[in-house]
């Protein structure tokens, strides 16, 4: 995957923008860039995990106290930006922000990829639409649950 995030950064002058993706993703993107949201966060409450939810929180932790976290973690915190913040530009400017201050991996290609492809399906497949993903690969909480114990690792990286 390495060479693959080398060569999109390299050939890509719009790398770390929405309108960096493919056609397909960035019209999906913007079409359900005003679907409500749930929840809606600041980039300060995001870095300090301030939201409702403990996994993510404790994703976010972990990447500032040990500047990584696992790829599947990365994967459901990013798109979970996108799910919290007022539209992908947003949502894809703080998890670059976060990624690349906290991340081992941060103002690396890697990294870059790492949120294109969480928040904008880069390197990715068409999925079926849903509000505010559009056609984006989602993941939730319960999809989580059903791959690792969850609450293990809340309690492991819960901030004290």
């Keep these: 995957r390495r060479e693959l995030s080398d060569n999109f950064c390299f050939n890509n002058k719009k790398y770390d923008q929405v309108d960096g993706t493919?056609?397909?993703?960035?019209?999906?993107?913007?079409?359900?860039?005003?679907?409500?949201?749930?929840y809606i966060y600041t980039k300060e409450q995001f870095e300090y995990s301030k939201t409702h939810d403990l996994l993510w929180n404790a994703a976010q932790y972990?990447?500032?106290?040990?500047?990584?976290?696992?790829?599947?973690?990365?994967?459901?915190?990013?798109?979970k930006i996108l799910?919290?913040?007022?539209?992908?530009?947003?949502?894809?400017?703080?998890a670059i922000y976060l990624n690349d201050k906290y991340e081992l991996?941060?103002?690396?290609?890697?990294?870059?990829?790492?949120?294109?492809?969480?928040?904008?399906?880069?390197?990715d497949r068409a999925w079926g639409e849903r509000p505010v993903f559009g056609k984006i690969r989602f993941m939730n909480f319960?999809?989580?649950q059903r791959k690792f114990d969850v609450n293990?690792?809340?309690?492991k990286y819960t901030r004290n």
Excluded: N
């Design 22 to 38: 493919y056609g397909w993703a960035a019209q999906s993107l913007r079409s359900h860039s005003k679907d409500k949201r749930e």
């Design 62 to 79: 972990q990447m500032v106290r040990e500047g990584k976290m696992h790829g599947f973690l990365r994967m459901y915190w990013a798109k």
């Design 83 to 94: 799910e919290w913040t007022k539209s992908p530009e947003e949502a894809l400017e703080i």
């Design 105 to 123: 991996d941060g103002r690396d290609p890697s990294g870059y990829v790492g949120c294109m492809w969480s928040i904008c399906g880069v390197h």
């Design 142 to 144: 319960k999809g989580c």
């Design 152 to 155: 293990g690792y809340i309690k």
